[in-house]
């Protein structure tokens, strides 16, 4: 965790000072207002931590409060960072041409260039917010021989990083539970970061989840942020929402399918996958739930479908690229070896700024038919 906190506070001290450095030139003559911005630079800078902070010392409402300034800045100053970058790569170029061919001026004036990177990353941004409010339904269609013969078709919804916290809970909730009240699926899985608040915070919400009721139930796993939250009160809470938590466990549902669900961690773990696969090959069809779009080759033919999510397709572009280096599998459906099947989801909430750009949050849904 040291780790992780240093290497985010050496990362965004430098979007910020990137952003700053592109931007100074608006505030010659303005020493006033430059100390201003530079005080709030450094508050955002530590924002993000200081919301974790104060939400588990139960100061609730500075935290939110905290939250609503400081996440949106954070996608603002993302957009901005990678804005100013742009105009520094261009002024390079232009830098180049006039050195060594005596062309243009050198480089870009920097008033206009810094209104340009202030209003484009704010227009981005107000689109990014619109974005993340639209939920997309992203089907497929799986045909299958390992249907029983009365039931022609089974109607699977997945929900995949909700992130249930300080921003946006209820709302997004009722958003989510509409949809998935107007698909009617026979069962809704959720493959991990549903919450990433602290839970007592969110019993407010558990009846909106308590009143999804669909056939076979809701069943879910655990992901990488229920562990920052806490596990064991994450855990109640995903409970008391209704959900069947499997972990590192497996179940048949109404003698139609099985569900296998593992714990959410950084490695693939072959023997402990694979063992808990087997256990459930019984012919029916099976559905694999992991957090993280990894594939353990040992695994391939064990399963029908893998249910991942975690990557939020970089959530604000161009993070996607990065995202895409780290996760081969990082969105969409994917045919493996062995006859297996992988979808990685989208996500169907936000983490930290409460925005999307170029991902859309995603309810899938998986239609199994039977095939003659």
Known sequence: MKTFLL??????????????????????????????????????????????????????????????VGYPWM???FLAFWLSLIVGAVNGVLWLLHRFAGLGTGSLLDTPTALGVIV??????????????????????????????HVPRLVVAQISDVHLGLNGRHARSERIAQVLRDIAPDLVISTGDLVDGRPHALEPLLPVWQNLKPPLGKVA???????????PEAMDWTRRAGFVLLRDDAMTLGGLLNVVGVDDTWKDRPETESRLLQSA??????????HRPQICPDTLGLFDVQLSGHTHRGQIFPFTLFVAMMYPFFNGTYTLDKGSILHTSRGTGTWGPPMRLL??????VLEFVRKE
């Open 120 to 149: 484009a990353a704010a227009v981005l941004s107000f689109y990014a917010a619109w974005e993340a409010q639209h939920l997309h339904i992203e089907r497929v269609r799986v045909s299958t021989e390992k249907l029983p013969a």
């Open 7 to 68: 290497a985010f506070l050496t990362v965004y001290t430098t979007m910020h000072a990137v952003f700053l450095y592109r931007v100074h030139g608006l505030f010659a003559g303005r020493k006033g207002w430059w100390t201003a911005l530079l005080v709030f630079c450094a508050f955002m800078v530590l924002a993000p931590m200081l919301c974790r902070v104060l939400e588990r010392t139960g100061w609730e409402m500075p935290a939110r409060l905290l939250a609503y």
């Open 359 to 364: 991902a859309p949050p995603e309810i899938t």
């Open 221 to 231: 796993i655990v992901g990488n942020h229920e562990y920052y939250v806490g596990l």
């Open 281 to 290: 090959a019984n012919g029916l069809l099976t559905l694999y739930l992991k």
């Open 75 to 77: 996608g603002f100053l």
